[in-house]
């Protein structure tokens, strides 16, 4: 119970930083959606960070990690959002806008997690 508990209160953490980062960096004027890549990118560095650190010397707790690998970067990170606003550029006919956000998020996303792992070494 207490794992579930862990993971669920950095899962909430995560989320409403999400959203207010949403609000604040989405652009409404072009559609393009700045703050859940902000999000995505960030949360594939602190992933990085937090599971270099729990390999570590296993500088970090199991309930540690659950709270802050599983919990927090869980629900501050989105893929169903980001596939959502992939919908909206094809069902647009923009595709030029989908193909940067989905490469640039999954190139920028895997450089942040070996960035953060490299970080902790």
């Known amino acids: 119970m207490k794992q579930i508990l862990l993971v669920f209160l950095g899962g909430g953490f995560g989320s409403v930083l999400r959203f207010i980062i949403s609000k604040w960096l989405n652009n409404s004027e072009n559609g393009i959606p700045y703050?859940?890549?902000?999000?995505?990118?960030?949360?594939?560095?602190?992933?990085?960070?937090i599971l270099?650190?729990?390999?570590?010397?296993?500088?970090?707790?199991?309930?540690?990690?659950?709270l802050l690998a599983t919990g927090f970067c869980g629900g501050f990170t989105t893929f169903s959002t980001f596939a959502y606003e992939n919908h909206v550029f094809l069902k647009s006919g923009d595709f030029m806008s989908?193909?940067?956000?989905?490469?640039?998020?999954?190139?920028?996303?895997?450089?942040?997690?070996?960035?953060?792992m490299f970080l902790v070494k």
């Open 35 to 49: 703050g859940t890549f902000a999000a995505n990118i960030i949360g594939s560095l602190l992933i990085g960070i």
């Open 98 to 116: 989908f193909a940067i956000y989905s490469v640039a998020s999954f190139v920028v996303g895997f450089l942040a997690v070996f960035l953060g």
């Open 52 to 66: 270099g650190l729990a390999a570590k010397n296993e500088t970090l707790s199991q309930s540690q990690t659950l």
